[in-house]
């Protein structure tokens, strides 16, 4: 049987791995550095009521805020958002940090929505995919 890109062992950055009527979607993707005595958020805080997100640091680090309190996660570790738990995530550093993100289909939607050229209401755009924008 031949490999299919949507499902085998394929380099992964920038893209993502979802078999055609999975629930589970695979990224890699990387954070850009802070440019100030920021973090560099890469979203903003949500809460997603159905769906699981975990993610597993390859490079740099990810400062992860989960209800309230920050952790900051080096590589080789990783770390999971709970479903109906406020999260964002960023970068705490200058440097780059490459990151593995397991998340929903449902949240992939919602992330290609928004990235595809979206212009309308971000929050009810959440809500569509069963997640609350909180700030």
Do not use: C
Request: hydrophobic share 40%; net charge negative.
């Amino acid at each position: 049987m031949p490999r299919r890109d949507d499902v085998s062992a394929v380099p992964l950055l920038g893209r993502t791995l979802a078999p055609e009527g999975s629930g589970l979607v695979l990224a890699e993707w990387e954070a850009a550095g802070r440019r100030s005595d920021q973090v560099a958020w890469q979203a903003p805080l949500h809460v997603h009521h159905d769906d699981d997100e975990a993610w597993y640091v390859l490079s740099g680090t990810l400062r992860l805020r989960i209800d309230g309190e920050d952790y900051d996660v080096p590589a080789g570790s990783g770390i999971v958002g709970p479903r109906g738990v406020p999260h964002t995530f960023g970068n705490p550093s200058e440097e780059p940090a490459r990151y593995v993100l397991v998340m929903s289909a449902s949240t992939r939607a919602m992330l290609a929505e928004l990235h595809g050229g979206f212009s309308g209401d971000v929050a009810a755009l959440f809500e569509k995919y069963g997640a609350t924008l909180l700030e």
